[in-house]
């Protein structure tokens, strides 16, 4: 089966791309990768860092909306073992005006912080190992 080595797209709609860019690329670092613009009615941009096996899609239809997160638990989790590295991922959100909240699920604050963007989904940045 060929998923293990599949490069992963996660995609969601939203209502603000312009504000998701500040949240993933200003603050998170992630480069955009690509983008188009009425794609049969659709908008949309790719942002990731480049070399690596995922990518964040994030489109948006001209006269639907997209809504906000369905739950504070709806999570995409990067896990930063370095402390340094951690401290300054902190740092760039803070930086750019992103404020930690307090996470649903209090397991993440114990060496995380969670940032929430600004369709409501959450980020967690994890001060610690993945173990596989």
């Known amino acids: 089966m060929a998923l293990p080595t599949a490069h992963i797209r996660i995609a969601r709609p939203t209502n603000n791309i312009p ?59 990067f ?5 340094e590295d951690w401290k300054r991922a902190i740092t760039r959100m803070e930086g750019v005006g992103f404020a930690a909240v307090a996470s649903f699920n209090p397991y993440w604050d114990a060496n995380g912080k969670t940032f929430e963007d600004p369709d409501g989904y959450r980020v967690v940045l994890q001060n610690a190992a993945w173990m596989s």
Request: hydrophobic residues 35%; negative net charge.
């Open 19 to 77: 504000a998701l860019l500040q949240f993933y690329r200003d603050g998170l670092g992630f480069a955009v990768l690509g983008q188009f613009e009425d794609h049969d009615g659709f908008d949309g941009i790719m942002l990731g860092h480049p070399g690596t096996t995922y990518h964040l899609e994030f489109t948006s239809k001209r006269g639907h909306d997209a809504a906000r997160a369905p739950t504070q638990d709806n999570l995409i989790v």
């Open 79 to 83: 896990y930063l073992p370095d402390p």
